[in-house]
């Protein structure tokens, strides 16, 4: 670890267990900060909103709540993930302003777990927590592929897109972000401002141009806040529950802001306001958008058409309300890029997470795979894994015709869960795993109250989401998350057998001794009440 001074983490206010533990309190701190904090509280945000890209994502993802509730679920099904994503990121704000660290989840479910359990909660957290975001990482080069395809279709009625077409442009998605990330990492603070600066544009003008185009032919109120469409053979309340995943995918990321949060200036104070606004901007400016894509869609009369289009749901909007294909593609344009800036944004976090986890030795090759490469500033090896498993994840959609259904539901659930673990560990035990003095602190029963419905939201999206998207199943719309879901188990489980419950320790903390000497030490010592006594541990 290098010598130089890390950020100091605010430790508990309750007394140490030792003289010694008092001299060092407040020289404990998670990791040494690796990588050169270069962004500012605006460009967190603009890289948490490009992560998240609400509007973006929840337009290009109209096919997954069309069919399962139509507006009902378009609309209010965003509400009501909306509520369940707040809940659970102003719950994780809490954690996050005692250890910003890259780590997140899986050091704060380390942090609150007993100490017989820590390190294999910990290590179960991180493999859900890395598998969620490389997942994600492919949802930006599956939308992209299919928005991209569907112009060609609107041009040609006759042309049927190929899944190795898509497989391509994904491709092509997936190495640009690469290449941005290894080669212009110093330029990323000034490209999340560009994707924040021309996601708000593009949402203003689309919203503008629809508007003003298809003037005098809106659908009506009854239509667009209650309509309900379901053409998938479950149930219609089951039906309208699994419309949730398009919600829950325009919401989800937002742990990107804790994995990116050693390059963040004051972490501790900025951090947790970046993570909650993030999700308020995303849902409402999510709302707005869809609200007045249905309003220009054309009503009852259209809808049929607009989901069963091989151009794509929301080029399809964009034709009717434009009744211009060169208009319809040029509205299409803001998207498209915001999902090239959403790849980029996507692999940064995830490669990160990778990173951290590999830091604390929880996945093979791990000294490979937690080395900052000395020129570039960043962790190239990392890179390179998260791109080669982002490729490989897209051979599902090769074999399956809900392969997109089935990969934004791996992240969403496997991010989701990631989120709920710590969460829950911290209310099984009273909610006193956070010092009482904690920068970012919600009223107790307010804090009650998020903890339990982010919770129950979790446990709810996590069920529903694995079901196949529509009936009857067969083998090319069996939904594949839960097939991904046992790969990642299974491989996470060999590597705990062998290697990972001898070396994995769960993430530790670095005291600072003076003279620029550095020992490492548990991560907490636990109170006789069960609480967190002190930033420190038995080494110390």
């Not at 909306?82 to 997140?104: D, M, Q």
């Not at 479950?234 to 995918?249: A, E, I, N, R, Y």
């Not at 958008?289 to 220009?296: S, T």
Request: include cysteine.
């Amino acid at each position: 670890m290098s010598s130089k001074t890390p950020p100091s983490i605010t430790p508990s206010p309750t007394t140490p267990t030792s003289p010694k533990d008092a001299d060092n309190s407040h020289n404990l701190t998670l990791h040494d900060s690796e990588l050169t904090r270069h962004f500012s509280p605006l460009s967190m945000l603009g890289m948490a909103f490009a992560i998240l890209n609400s509007w973006t994502a929840l337009a290009a993802s109209l096919s997954l709540a069309l069919p399962s509730g139509g507006p009902v679920a378009v609309l209010w099904g965003l509400v009501t993930a909306g509520i369940g994503n707040l809940c659970l990121a102003a719950s994780l704000a809490e954690f996050l302003g005692v250890w910003p660290t890259a780590g997140g989840q899986y050091e704060w479910s380390a942090v609150c777990s007993p100490t017989r359990y820590r390190a294999g909660i910990s290590y179960l957290v991180g493999w859900i927590n890395m598998a969620g975001w490389i997942a994600l990482t492919a949802t930006g080069g599956l939308l992209g592929s299919q928005l991209l395809v569907g112009v060609i279709a609107l041009y040609n009625e006759n042309y049927v897109a190929q899944r190795w077409q898509q497989f391509l442009i994904y491709i092509g998605y997936t190495v640009f972000a690469f290449v941005v990330n290894a080669f212009a990492n110093r330029a990323l603070p000034y490209v999340n401002k560009a994707a924040f600066i021309w996601s708000l544009l593009g949402f203003t003008v689309i919203c503008i141009t629809v508007l003003a185009c298809a003037r005098g032919e809106y659908a009506p109120a009854s239509f667009v806040f209650g309509d309900f469409i379901n053409t998938t053979g479950w149930p219609d309340g089951v039906s309208w529950l699994l419309g949730l995943l398009q919600g829950g995918l325009g919401l989800t990321g937002y742990d990107a802001v804790a994995h990116m949060i050693e390059e963040l200036p004051n972490a501790q104070k900025e951090g947790p306001k970046v993570m909650i606004y993030c999700v308020m901007i995303g849902a409402s400016t999510g709302f707005i958008f869809l609200m007045i894509m249905l309003f220009v869609s054309g009503g009852v009369a259209s809808v049929d058409g607009i989901i069963s289009s091989s151009a794509g749901p929301l080029l399809q909007v964009f034709y009717i309300a434009t009744k211009s294909r060169a208009g319809a593609t040029c509205l299409l344009m803001f998207p498209l890029i915001c999902l090239l800036f959403a790849s980029v944004a996507i692999m940064t976090t995830s490669s990160r997470m990778t990173w951290a986890f590999a830091r604390d030795r929880g996945i093979p090759f791990s000294k490979v795979f937690a080395r900052v490469h000395p020129s570039l500033g960043v962790p190239l090896n990392s890179l390179i894994l998260t791109t080669s498993l982002v490729i490989i994840f897209g051979f599902i959609f090769l074999g399956s015709t809900s392969a997109f259904n089935a990969i934004v539901a791996a992240s969403v659930v496997a991010l989701g869960l990631s989120y709920g673990i710590p969460i829950t560990i911290n209310v099984l035990r009273g909610r006193r795993c956070l010092p009482a003095n904690r920068p970012f602190k919600l009223p107790s029963i307010l804090g009650w109250t998020l903890n339990l419905i982010g919770m129950a939201y979790v446990v709810m999206t996590t069920v529903l989401f694995l079901f196949p998207p529509v009936l009857p199943v067969n083998a090319n719309n069996f939904n594949y998350c839960i097939a991904a879901f046992g790969v990642v188990i299974v491989v996470a489980g060999v590597q705990w057998v062998l290697v990972s419950r001898k070396t994995f320790e769960g993430p530790r903390v670095v005291v600072l001794e003076g003279k620029g000497e550095e020992r490492e030490m548990d991560l907490v010592v636990e109170g006789s009440d069960g609480g967190i006594r002190e930033f420190g541990g038995k080494g110390a």
